[in-house]
């Protein structure tokens, strides 16, 4: 079943914008899809790469595979392959990342690791990418609240 973040909620609906499941699915099958190539996919294609499987092995090589296909079809252009991180921050719920703890630190909180172990590996996902120092960071406040970090 689809999950959105209510912070996401002002793109959600015209899904304009690569919703974190996706990012997170991205992630996980080592594929890059940029914004002007998720714009060139149908409602359909979106739809489909939001509800499509990507946890065991067999579906997250079957999720690159058709996300290649997508991305060939719909814009001409070869996907490009990130590395796979084979052990995620994400995925570890004892430690607390850096850049998570040091982006709550500017807003005046502390995140303590019991919390951050109760949160699902989406919720942490989405955590280290709100928190890095390349992104706007405006939904991270956001998104604390929505976890009940703050």
């Given at each position: 079943m689809?999950e959105f973040?209510?912070?996401?909620?002002?793109?959600?609906?015209?899904?304009r914008c690569i919703?974190?499941?996706v990012r997170?699915?991205?992630?996980?099958?080592?594929?890059?899809l940029k914004?002007?190539?998720?714009?060139?996919f149908?409602?359909?294609d979106?739809t489909?790469?939001?509800e499509m499987?990507?946890?065991?092995?067999s579906?997250?090589?079957?999720?690159?595979s058709?996300?290649h296909q997508?991305?060939?079809t719909?814009t001409?252009e070869t996907a490009s392959d990130?590395p796979?991180d084979?052990?995620?921050?994400w995925?570890?719920?004892?430690?607390?990342?850096e850049s998570?703890?040091?982006?709550?630190?500017?807003?005046g909180?502390?995140?303590?690791?019991?919390?951050w172990?109760?949160?699902?590996?989406?919720?942490?996902f989405a955590?280290?990418k709100?928190?890095?120092?390349?992104h706007?960071?405006k939904?991270?406040?956001p998104a604390?609240?929505?976890?009940?970090l703050v």
């Open positions: 689809a973040f209510q912070f996401e909620s002002d793109f959600v609906e015209s899904l919703p974190m499941q997170f699915k991205l992630d996980t099958c080592g594929v890059k914004l002007h190539q998720w714009n060139k149908n409602e359909r979106r489909q790469l939001i499987p990507c946890s065991t092995a579906e997250i090589e079957t999720y690159r058709q996300l997508l991305i060939q719909r001409g990130l796979l084979l052990h995620p921050d995925l570890e719920g004892a430690i607390v990342p998570v703890q040091t982006q709550a630190q500017e807003l909180f502390t995140i303590q690791p019991s919390h172990a109760n949160l699902t590996p989406l919720q942490r955590l280290i709100l928190s890095r120092s390349n706007e960071n939904n991270f406040l604390l609240k929505e976890f009940s």
